[in-house]
T-cell receptor, first 115, second 112 residues
Framework: DTGVSQDPRHKITKRGQNVTFRCDPI?????LYWYRQTLGQGPEFLTY????????KSRLLSDRFSAERPKGSFSTLEIQRTEQGDSAMYLC?????????????FGPGTRLTVT | GESVGLHLPTLSVQEGDNSIINCAYS??????FIWYKQESGKGPQFIID?????DKRQGQRVTVLLNKTVKHLSLQIAATQPGDSAVYFC???????????FGAGTRLTVKP
């Protein structure tokens, strides 16, 4: 257990529905990251936050995806109008955010299945 | 385009043998490299890291080697144990950047 938690662990939804995932990072970590991982592939970067500010977004993050970290603690990732291609594991990670430190601690992920 | 990749998708070793997992990268601006282990149903777990100004770094039963000349990274696991069975990813971070790029992974299977 890395100290990063994600909820839910599994989500099955029908195409067109909206889903929201939550991530609780390690409490003293300033940076929070979202990744998507499909079977047999490495995680792909989606976005990251420095405290409550969303500083970078991947081109993978379409306009149906939105992430928030309102108080600089937990974060939510929402997918609107889900598509079957959204089926994947969504991973959250956090890091201290200090200069020269890069180690990211990952949560267990939320597995999304869109039917 | 520039990317992180792996030479072999699967590796099978006998318990007690040493394992070597390889990774090729092409972004010469990468400053920091990490090896992660991912077990089924879990998120990636940090194993060991190395900065671009180093050639070798050792941890407990693991060693990472970095060859910047040929842009090659390897993870050596000594006395491989059944608990080492997992998918191993290398990841790179360019200098002054937070965009960590992962390779596709190598599945290590340890036979008893």
């Amino acid at each position: 257990d890395t100290g990063v938690s994600q909820d839910p662990r599994h989500k099955i939804t029908k195409r067109g529905q909206n889903v929201t995932f939550r991530c609780d990072p390690i409490s003293e970590h300033n940076r929070l990251y979202w990744y998507r991982q499909t079977l047999g592939q490495g995680p792909e970067f989606l976005t990251y936050f420095q405290n409550e500010a969303q500083l970078e977004k991947s081109r993978l993050l379409s306009d149906r995806f939105s992430a928030e970290r309102p108080k600089g603690s937990f974060s939510t990732l929402e997918i609107q109008r889900t598509e079957q291609g959204d089926s994947a594991m969504y991973l959250c990670a956090s890091s201290l955010g200090l200069a020269g430190t890069y180690e990211q601690y990952f949560g267990p992920g939320t597995r999304l299945t869109v039917t | 385009g520039e990317s992180v990749g792996l030479h072999l998708p699967t590796l099978s070793v006998q318990e007690g043998d040493n394992s070597i997992i390889n990774c090729a990268y092409s972004n010469s601006a990468s400053d920091y490299f990490i090896w992660y282990k991912q077990e089924s149903g879990k998120g990636p777990q940090f194993i060991i890291d190395i900065r671009s100004n180093m050639d070798k770094r050792q941890g407990q039963r693991v060693t990472v080697l970095l060859n910047k000349t040929v842009k090659h990274l390897s993870l050596q696991i000594a006395a491989t144990q059944p608990g080492d069975s997992a998918v191993y990813f290398c990841a790179e971070i360019p200098y002054n950047n937070n965009d960590m790029r992962f390779g596709a992974g190598t599945r290590l299977t340890v036979k008893p």
